[in-house]
């Protein structure tokens, strides 16, 4: 049973510049949502997608936005790169009823340089 | 609001030594608790978790009990190993099995020597 994937592992951009990072949740799971770790940090709720719609969201501007897929695939998409984006992606997979425990990707590490 | 607190690190143990990591949380209604661990250069892994007051998680021999009494969840093992050595992190879910975002504390790195 294939776990959580994110693609690409490792970005570079430069400021100024888009980026979209991708999520495949674990089989069976309908929804996603994605975190921001930076370094030496806990991770920061960005937002989350059910029904391919926003569900919740965090405290980050309108340059972060996502997208869902009829099969539960996700994308996170930045917009206007800044320095201060440099971090790593996390998406979490997870039931949209009855449980709340969400499995992590290995995550998307994003340099802006 | 909701928020959690966790001891400050780094931690430094020797091998078999005892493990304690604290862990408080304040929560507007009656949270689920979690435990990740994330490995060097790793995404989170979700090592235990209890969803409502006096449950115990366990996996890996680690432990935390939920105390609803003193709004902890602190985790601990008896007896570290080398391959321990991680970053851990205590989260909550403010309502139990409604599927919101995690609130995390900021992390416990523990380092553990032969």
């Known amino acids: 049973d294939a776990g959580v994937t994110q693609s690409p592992t490792h970005l570079i951009k430069t400021r100024g510049q888009q980026v979209t990072l991708r999520c495949s949740p674990k089989?069976?799971?309908?929804?996603v949502s994605w975190y921001q770790q930076a370094l030496g940090q806990g991770p920061q709720f960005i937002f989350q997608?059910?029904?391919?719609?926003?569900?919740q969201r965090g405290n980050f501007p309108d340059r972060f936005s996502g997208h869902q897929f009829p099969n539960y695939s996700s994308e996170l998409n930045v917009n206007a790169l800044l320095l201060g984006d440099s971090a790593l992606y996390l998406c979490?997979?997870?039931?949209?009823?009855?449980?709340?425990?969400?499995?992590f990707g290995p995550g998307t590490r994003l340099t802006v340089l | 609001g909701n928020s959690v607190t966790q001891m400050e690190g780094p931690v430094t143990l020797s091998e078999e030594a005892f493990l304690t990591i604290n862990c408080t949380y304040t929560?507007?209604?009656?949270?689920?608790l979690f435990w990740y661990v994330q490995y060097p250069g790793e995404g989170l892994q979700l090592l235990l978790k209890?969803?409502?007051a006096d449950d115990k998680g366990s996996n890996k021999g680690f432990e935390a009990t939920y105390r609803k009494e003193t709004t902890s969840f602190h985790l601990e093992k008896g007896s570290v190993q080398v391959s321990d050595s991680a970053v851990y992190f205590c989260?909550?879910?403010?309502?139990?099995?409604?599927?919101?975002?995690?609130?995390w504390g900021l992390g416990t790195s523990l380092a553990v020597n032969p």
């Open positions: 979490a997979s997870s039931l949209a009823k009855g449980a709340d425990t969400q499995y």
């Open positions: 089989s069976g799971h309908d929804t």
């Open positions: 997608y059910y029904e391919e719609e926003e569900r």
């Open positions: 929560a507007t209604g009656y949270p689920s």
């Open positions: 209890a969803t409502k």
């Open positions: 989260a909550l879910s403010p309502y139990a099995g409604n599927n919101r975002k995690l609130i």
